[in-house]
């Protein structure tokens, strides 16, 4: 089964218009994250845990879906300053901590965004914004092919390792990683040229012409913009 990010449920943060989505969850909140005091970050982290909480996205699939991130990255990043910061140990670590939950505000908002939006927003989302749809058609289909890219390169990998194959650092990696290639590249092209076949076979036309219906923006569009726009200045104040 190929594991996607979208979560399909019916949720406030669902309903809420691409660009609202797009603003808030890629831009303004982890912008925030960034730029924010110290002091700020719990409470940016606590409007992430409501805005999880409005999507009714269970916790436990949510952290199955990003501990992947959050765990390496948390610990590289505290090791990191203890080696390189200056300072008292105590500092040192305490800088590692609040980059670490930047990092992480970053990434959790990002993954948001990935699971309350459906790939099939993006190219009606910037064909209102007057952008052709071919190049949103573009965006949708590398963002529902990643997991299944992901997905393949696993069961190449696995299969290497069926045969004899091992990745782990050794005179030889060099020479395995690269036969792993051919096959990942073959597997990528093949996919490539089924999906456009399939495009094909339904008509699309990249320069035709395509209507959609028209979105309204509505009063939770306008409130999480706003929120957001206030935690950004915020953020900006010291």
């Known amino acids: 089964m190929i ?21 808030c969850f890629l831009l303004l909140f982890p912008l925030a994250g960034f730029l924010a005091p110290p002091f700020l970050l719990p409470i940016i982290i606590a409007i992430f845990i409501v ?3 409005l999507s009714k996205i269970n916790f436990n699939k949510f952290w199955g ?21 200056l300072g008292s140990l105590g500092q040192r670590l305490s800088e590692g901590i609040i980059l670490a939950l930047r990092f992480i505000a970053l990434i959790a908002f ?15 989302g910037l064909l209102r914004a007057k952008i052709p749809h071919k190049y949103g058609i573009t965006i949708m289909v590398s963002f529902r092919m990643l997991p299944l890219i992901s997905q393949k390169i696993k069961s190449i990998i696995d299969a290497q390792k069926a045969r004899g194959a ?18 990942i590249l073959h597997s ?5 040229v089924k999906l ?19 979105q309204k923006i509505k ?20």
């Open 3 to 23: 594991k996607d990010f979208y979560i399909q449920e019916s949720s406030p943060l669902h309903s809420l218009s691409f660009w609202t989505k797009f603003f």
């Open 51 to 53: 805005l999880l909480i």
């Open 65 to 85: 879906l990003t501990k992947i991130y959050f765990i390496p990255i948390t610990i590289g990043v505290i090791i990191l300053s203890l080696f390189f910061s």
């Open 110 to 124: 990002g993954m948001l965004f990935s699971m309350v939006t459906n790939p099939i927003e993006i190219p009606a």
């Open 166 to 183: 091992s990745f782990k650092i050794s005179p030889q990696l060099p020479s395995h990683v690269i036969a792993l290639m051919v096959p």
């Open 188 to 192: 990528t092209l093949e996919t490539s």
């Open 196 to 214: 456009s076949d399939t495009l094909i076979s339904r008509g699309y036309n990249p320069d035709g012409k395509i209507t959609i219906p028209p």
């Open 219 to 238: 009063i939770a569009d306008g409130l999480t913009l706003f929120l957001s726009i206030f935690v950004l200045l915020i953020s900006l104040v010291k």
